[in-house]
C-alpha cells in the first residue's frame, strides 16, 4: 500500500510539471488544402446567422497563425463584422495605457478549436462566442468537404 502512495504522489507531482495547454487553435496537422477554406467559409455563414455582421464586434481571445483562423479573420472583416485583435497578456514590466472606446465597449469574445482525430477523416470546428458554442463535424471524401452533420449550439 505504501509502495502505491508514494507511485501515486510521484505522478501526481510530474504531472504538475507539465506545462498547460493551449485550449484553443488550429490542432489539424496534414490537411487537404480545401478544408480551411470551406471550414472558414462554413463558420462565418453560421455566425451570420445568428450575430448580425455592422452592429456585432468580435474580440479575439487568441492568436491567429493558422490558415484556418487568417481566413476567419479575413472573411469576417469582408462580411462587415469588427473585430478586436488579440493581445497577449502585458507582462509585469509594462507601463500603464490609457483605455482605448475598444477596451471600455467590449465586444463578445470569439475563439475557436480546429482538430480532427487521428486516423480518420472526420474534422471538427467548434467556434466559441462569449459564453455559448457552436461545433459542427466535417468529413473528408475524395479530397472534398462535407458537413456531417448540423451545427449543434450550447449555451
Do not use: H
Not at 8 to 15: F, K, Q, R, T
Not at 116 to 135: I, K, W
Amino acid at each position: 500500500m505504501a509502495k502505491f502512495a508514494i507511485l501515486a504522489l510521484l505522478v501526481v507531482g510530474l504531472v504538475g510539471c507539465i506545462p498547460p495547454l493551449e485550449p484553443y487553435g488550429n490542432f489539424v496537422g496534414n490537411a487537404p488544402a480545401s478544408l480551411n477554406e470551406t471550414l472558414a467559409a462554413d463558420t462565418v455563414k453560421q455566425l451570420e446567422t445568428l450575430y448580425p455582421p455592422a452592429s456585432t464586434r468580435f474580440d479575439l481571445g487568441q492568436a491567429t497563425p493558422d490558415t484556418y483562423g487568417t481566413l476567419l479573420v479575413e472573411s469576417l472583416r469582408a462580411k462587415g463584422y469588427a473585430l478586436l485583435e488579440f493581445k497577449p497578456a502585458p507582462t509585469t514590466e509594462t507601463t500603464q495605457q490609457e483605455p482605448t472606446a475598444a477596451d471600455t465597449l467590449p465586444g463578445l469574445s470569439l475563439r475557436y478549436v480546429l482538430d480532427a482525430p487521428d486516423s480518420t477523416n472526420l474534422y471538427r470546428v467548434m467556434v466559441m462566442v462569449g459564453s455559448t458554442s457552436l461545433s459542427r463535424a466535417y468529413v473528408v471524401q475524395n479530397s472534398l468537404v462535407f458537413p456531417a452533420g448540423a451545427w449543434a449550439r450550447k449555451e
